[in-house]
């Protein structure tokens, strides 16, 4: 019998998140494990008249083209990855991980080289994102591997999962609705500010520069469950360190501190993983920019899972992603690189606009934003 939790997320993500239309062309993009959800997905999106199919992804078959794959086939890109690109209407993604570790093991360079291949279809994916073209939602079912991580059972993680995703609430859209309103009150507050400076007890003390950046409320539609708000950052300097192991490719660097000067990075150091780090940054020339500066704020979210769609949500942090940028924040920056980090600001961190603080321990100081 399916969780009825199941059912509600794929209404959610059909109705609201991506608001399928009759005669939309939709991929849901998933691994088997998933198949519950995207069951239930598929079912909604025939109910809101739109042409569903189910693209099959694989851990295993990822890991084997990893560890197998000649640097040619790494670099190839298939041509039905750039016509499917160009032709859906929505994308729906779900992780859902059995072993988070699995690519722990692979070369980080050939990664690399694969990720860099793949750039023109990221880049035409933002850019279709951006003008509108193409809707998309990324979500996680919960699995066995994502629990562990969480340090949770999957009872407990399944409640926690969903429980940041408001559907126990009586009607999630409208839920969501609300949230959306109030994180679109630090949006106007924050759109005609020039700089933003982030200091932290951990050693953290960055300016980032927003003036001409579009800042955006993330209120469901692109990542689900969401909570946050951000822009695409310009001139940076100073540093950051951060809080929590950021996770990418199954890999987790620890205590990573960059510091920025103009807007790049001139130094990166980490207490494990810090060969990974920089190869990452040295991925290609956009690697180093700064692409996301972002504020969580899904209060509902209160512990580090490992988990990036939650982890960057926890209200009471920020997160500055490295790497591409997302055009509609004002941001152009290109790599195949995209990784976000996350900062604490709960223990007598601030956020300044223009030297005046909005945020303070980890709180919004005015009322009716989010968390009040």
Known sequence: MRDPRLTRLAEVLVKYSTAVRKGDIVAITADPVAFPLIE????????????????????????????????????FVSPLQTHHVETIDVYIGFWADLNTKSLS???????????????PISKRFMERAADKSLRWVGTLFPTHGSAQDAEMSLRQYEDFVYTAGLLGEPDPIAAWKQISESQQRVCDYLQNKKELHFIAPNGTDLRVGVDGGTWINCDGHENFPDGEVFTGPQEVN?????????????????????????????????????????????????????????????????????????????GGTFHAAVGAGYPESGNTNESGLHWDMVCDLRQGGTIAADGEV????????QQDWPGS
């Open 40 to 75: 239930a997905t598929y079912e909604a999106v025939l109910a809101a008249g739109g042409h569903p199919f189910w693209q099959a992804r694989s851990e295993s078959l990822a890991d084997l083209f990893l560890e197998r794959a000649s640097e040619q086939q790494l670099k």
């Open 105 to 119: 093991g692979i070369d980080p360079a050939r990664q690399a080289i694969q990720a860099a291949a793949r750039k």
């Open 238 to 314: 100073g540093t950051v360190c951060y809080s929590f192991p950021a996770v990418h490719g199954g890999r987790e660097v620890h205590d990573i501190r960059l510091t920025f000067k103009d807007g790049r990075v001139v130094d990166a150091s980490a207490s494990k993983g810090e060969e990974f780090l920089h190869r990452l940054l040295d991925m290609d020339d956009g690697a180093r920019n700064l692409g996301e500066i972002a504020i969580g704020t899904n209060y509902g979210i209160t512990r580090y899972t490992k988990n990036t769609l939650f982890d960057e949500k926890i």
């Open 358 to 365: 909005f945020h303070r321990e980890g709180r919004f100081l």
